[in-house]
């Protein structure tokens, strides 16, 4: 993606930018199917947050899964409140791209998504993902209940394994509470959906994610 910074290392709370007090401007609803991007949603419905790489490829990997009422990109684990997309490039915000997911937990699992999340990039590669290098590229699972984050690390664990006995080197994916997620600007919200030709630079390990760990999200 443009602009980005090739920094492996997250800024300090003294380095970072200080970004602003109110929520940049974002679309309204999702462009492939209408639903509202900030709700309200339907009764039953659960989120969950992933980092996986380039934020325009990985979020077309959930808005085509059954189940899944809206998605919407944006920027988390940082520092620097509302954020812009060129700040976020720069490597002086900390923050992720990131894609936030809101689903019906009857009709696709918490499971289901990390068994996207894990086979649709490298979660070996630490800062980066393929070509795209810096801090804002890296792996990661942002949790918002105690299920989620038990299923986390359990499917972390499992895949791990898989991948190691493949002569990949260990995951470096983070897994922490949900930090506060940050819309971004329209223009990047279902991207490939308006772009069609547009850049993606996901690519999985080709190592399938059994993680059959009988843990759902409440």
């Not at 790489?53 to 990997?61: L, N, Y």
């Amino acid at each position: 993606m443009l602009f980005a910074r090739k920094s492996s290392e997250m800024p300090s709370a003294r380095d970072a930018l200080p970004g602003r007090p109110d929520a940049i401007a974002t679309a309204r609803s999702h462009f492939v199917t209408g639903a509202a991007l900030k709700g309200p949603y339907p009764v039953g419905s659960e989120e969950a947050m992933f980092g996986l790489g380039c934020f325009w490829g990985a979020e077309r990997k959930f808005w085509l899964l059954p189940g899944v009422h809206v998605t919407a990109v944006g920027y988390a684990g940082g520092q620097t409140p509302n954020a812009t997309y060129q700040e976020v490039c720069t490597g002086m915000t900390g923050h992720n791209e990131v894609v936030r997911v809101v689903y019906d937990p009857m009709i696709v699992g918490y499971e289901q998504l990390l068994q996207v999340f894990f086979e649709s990039h490298d979660p070996t590669q630490g800062m980066r993902q393929g070509n795209d290098m810096g801090t804002q590229y890296r792996s990661g699972l942002y949790t918002y209940s105690a299920a989620q984050h038990v299923a986390a690390h359990l499917a972390k664990e499992s895949y791990g394994k898989a991948l190691k006995a493949k002569g990949f080197a260990a995951i470096t994916t983070e897994i922490v509470n949900a930090p506060p997620f940050y819309y971004a600007e329209e223009e990047h919200q279902q991207y490939l959906a308006k772009n069609p030709r547009g850049y993606c630079g996901l690519g999985g390990t080709g190592v399938a994610c059994q993680i059959g760990v009988g843990v759902m999200a409440d």
